[in-house]
């Protein structure tokens, strides 16, 4: 049976960042999902992907191993992945590539079809864009004529919200089609759970709970959290969860102790069951400067915390204004602090929201959209065995 029939399994070569970054924790769910959708996955990366452990029925994972020579100032990581996919590809017998986050995985993966055509291979590849792979670093001089020749080169291409296909298209000079598919959710894990001694633990007085995740990178502004935190905590019992980790981090604690907040303010740094402390969360702040879709505020609302949130990129196509949360102008403090009360200072006004952020979720629920990442698939399958 072909690869491009709709009923039959793939063999899928997958390229991502393995860290607890956006991009490659999408790579990953997509990956064990595809799995379970009967497919056969390989993860090609420098390290096992932090969200894929333990022995899981046809998923495998392959190693770039980081060649090192003393000529070598900067290890030319490009070529050796180029190389193991190459390798890959063939013993493998893989029918498709799907690499995750531009740079350099679009250009690695052209390089490593045209080495694998030469052999008389015909691997088509599809590059999901993530993100800041487009807004921000892949608008550097340094990036953005090897990201724009990545993108038109790839069989298929994916966004992750419109606003990033908008982003794409106005940024760079694009020549090929864009298929968004928006970040997904496993509502199995995800999950409104009851960890009330965790609650009292942490909020002993019944404070609210505000609670934000991310890697503490600039784009994601949390100076603007702690600075909204210090207004609501004047008016409204509340604590304060930072999770996660990153190059911001230590301004931000200067910053809570500036303030005098640090009793109240709890640094957790990173942690791998954040549905835990999403459950025992009444709100989730993110006031990002950019954010192509805002996967941890969807991860919020599958557990029920409604978003507070800026209006940047594709979070308005998440978090739905006075639905499930509230949008601000980015840097809009005092709004962002209003809002926040408006939904904390009522429990039936807090359940409500609560209610719908689930809903919203629920529209991005993975079974949902994993059938669309299939269809990618099929569709840029069919084309290169036309062209071939
Ligand atoms: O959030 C980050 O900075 C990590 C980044 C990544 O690519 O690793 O995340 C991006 O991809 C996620 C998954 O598609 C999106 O949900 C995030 O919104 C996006 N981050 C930004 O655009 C800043």
New binding site residues.
């Given amino acids: 049976m072909s690869a491009m029939q709709s009923n039959s399994s793939l063999r899928i070569g997958v390229v991502c960042?393995p860290t607890y970054?956006?991009?490659?924790?999408?790579a990953t769910e997509l990956g064990l999902g595809m799995a379970r959708h009967g497919h056969e996955v390989h993860f090609i990366s420098y390290r096992q992907p932090a969200r894929y452990k333990g022995y899981k029925a046809n998923v495998y994972y392959h190693e770039v191993s980081n060649a090192d020579y003393p000529l070598f100032e900067f290890t030319p990581y490009d070529t050796a992945l180029a190389s193991k996919l190459v390798e890959v590809v063939q013993r493998e017998n893989l029918d498709l590539l799907h690499v995750h986050?531009a740079i350099p995985h679009a250009t690695v993966a052209f390089m490593a079809r045209e080495i694998l055509k030469v052999r008389g291979l015909n691997i088509p590849f599809v590059t999901t864009l993530?993100?800041?792979?487009i807004?921000l670093v892949g608008q550097s001089p340094n990036f953005s004529p090897v990201v724009e020749f990545g993108i038109n080169s790839s069989d298929g291409v994916t966004a992750?919200s419109k606003s990033l296909k908008r982003d794409t298209l106005s940024n760079f000079n694009i020549t090929t089609q864009i298929d968004v598919v928006p970040?997904f959710i496993d509502l199995e894990r995800f999950k409104k759970i009851d960890k009330e001694h965790f609650k009292l633990a942490i909020a002993p007085g019944g404070e609210r709970i505000l609670t934000h995740v991310?890697?503490f990178?600039a784009?994601k502004r949390v100076e603007d959290v702690v600075r909204i935190y210090s207004k609501i905590c004047k008016h409204f019992p509340s604590k304060l969860l930072l999770i996660g980790d990153g190059p911001e981090r230590y301004r931000v604690e200067e910053l809570s102790k500036e303030l005098k907040l640090c009793d109240d303010v709890l640094f957790l740094g990173k942690q791998d069951a954040i549905e835990e402390l999403l459950a025992i969360s009444d709100v989730f702040l993110m006031p990002?400067e950019?954010?192509?879709?805002?996967?941890a505020a969807l991860e919020a609302m599958a557990c029920q915390v409604p978003v507070v949130s800026s209006n940047a990129?594709?979070l308005p196509e998440v978090n739905i204004h006075g639905e499930t949360g509230f949008l601000s102008e980015i840097g809009d403090i005092d709004d962002m602090a209003a809002n926040t009360l408006k939904i904390i200072s009522d429990d039936k006004i807090l359940a409500g929201f609560r209610e719908r952020a689930y809903a919203q979720a629920q529209r991005f629920d993975i079974e949902v959209v994993l059938p669309a990442y299939e269809a990618v698939y099929r569709k840029v399958l069919a084309a290169s065995q036309i062209l071939a």
Avoid: K
């Fill in positions: 960042y970054g956006g991009s490659g924790v999408v986050y993530h993100g800041t792979d807004t992750v970040n991310s890697n990178r784009v990002s950019s954010e192509s879709f805002g996967l990129g594709g």
